[in-house]
């Protein structure tokens, strides 16, 4: 049986990493006979879920990525097997056990459905990848911004991060990060917070941080894009020290963090970690230093009154008169977090009247309530 990825622009990152370890899969824009790996978020399970249902082809569909892993339960009533979290491992494992008429059920990190009594079944879960085991991506086929660190110690209840990597950090070491950059001159990363670079994802290590950059700026005609799409940073690691290195090394001069509320009643409430006053101060310190700030902030948190929606505003403003970009995001319950069965609060008509106002002025892009976009 040959294998396909059912390629969109949007699972492009996941594939990369999967294409070097099944180097005979090939890519496709629509099902196929054989086996179809499918990866997807929450938004885009609507649609894929419907793709399959309707495929009139005999195939094994295998999915992964955020929303099978966050809720293999629906996504069974869909596909064959799910390959839960990380897929280096375990996903070239059942392909070669499916090709070769194997028994599926021996492999770790799947999820599917027993024919005979029809309850979803659970393997034993995988220890964690070394990043360094594996290439970013086949430059040959497909290529995305280079991963340097996975995992995130943080426990926000709406994100999928800790859930789906772990809450112990890891990093591409730098000879790695060397060996997978010479394919690009413009040099852009993945990690949920790029100035956790070789730390505890808690207490930064900016040497660490400027042995990698140094050594990607020895290499010619590279430019960096560090603390940017598609990664980012967190407010509290905004410091002059850091800002110093963005500075120096990258050729980036904005810098993306999420503030995600301008009430620390409510950041204290997602477990977020930090205050406004780590946001207040991180939006100071790229000021300083002549940075744009980029500053995402979330709305429809379940206990956000108008209020805390309110004090956001405030932040808001004060972000747009400071200079700054505001990326406004309305909470989106994801599979496998706290809140994945949380009721988004309502946006006030106040705040919704003001958020439409910058947006028309151009000074905050998103959106604010559910299928409402500008």
């Known amino acids: 049986m040959d294998a396909h990825f059912r390629y969109t622009k949007k699972n492009s990152y996941s594939f990369a990493v999967l294409a070097p370890l099944l180097p005979e899969a090939l890519f496709a824009d629509r099902p196929l006979k054989g086996i179809m790996i499918y990866s997807f978020t929450t938004r885009q399970a609507v649609k894929v879920f419907t793709e399959v249902k309707n495929a009139e082809i005999d195939s094994i569909f295998i999915a992964g990525g955020p929303h099978p892993s966050g809720d293999p ?26 090709q070769e008429g194997g028994d599926p059920t021996k492999i770790r990190g799947i999820a599917y459905k027993d024919s005979e009594t029809g309850k979803i079944v659970t393997t034993p879960k995988r220890p964690y990848v070394n990043l360094d085991s594996y290439p970013c991506f086949d430059p040959k086929k497909l290529r ?26 890891r990093h591409r070491s730098i000879n790695s990060i060397l060996k997978n950059s010479v394919y690009y001159r413009d040099l852009r990363f993945i990690a949920s917070n790029a100035f956790a670079y070789g730390s505890d994802g808690i207490h930064p290590r900016f040497d660490e941080v400027e042995r990698l950059l140094s050594s990607l700026h020895e290499m010619p005609h590279k430019k960096l894009f560090f603390g940017t799409f598609p990664s980012e940073v967190r407010p509290e690691f905004v410091t002059e020290e850091s800002a ?38 991180a939006v100071e310190c790229c000021l300083k230093y002549k940075i744009i700030p980029t500053v995402d902030v979330i709305f429809g948190f379940p206990t956000e009154t108008e209020e805390d929606q309110k004090k956001s505003l405030d932040m808001i403003h004060w972000i747009c008169r400071k200079g700054g970009i505001v990326r406004v995001h309305y909470l989106t319950p994801l599979p496998g977090t706290p809140y994945s ?34």
């Open 244 to 281: 110093e290195l963005v500075r120096k090394y990258c050729a980036n001069y904005s810098l993306s963090f999420g503030a995600q509320s301008g009430s620390n009643r409510i950041l204290k409430e997602i477990q977020r970690g930090h205050t406004v006053e780590d946001s207040i101060s």
């Open 144 to 169: 995305a911004p280079i991963e340097i660190s996975r995992g995130c110690p943080w426990g926000c209840k709406y994100c999928q991060t800790p859930r789906l990597f772990g809450r112990e950090i």
């Open 73 to 98: 339960d629906e996504v069974l009533e869909y596909f064959d097997y799910v390959v839960l979290g990380e897929g280096e491992e375990t996903l070239p494992e059942l392909v070669k056990v499916l």
């Open 341 to 374: 069965s949380a009721v988004p609060a309502e946006v006030s008509g106040r705040v919704r009247s003001e958020l439409g106002k910058l947006a028309l002025e151009g000074k905050l892009t998103g959106y604010w309530e559910k299928h409402r976009k500008i």
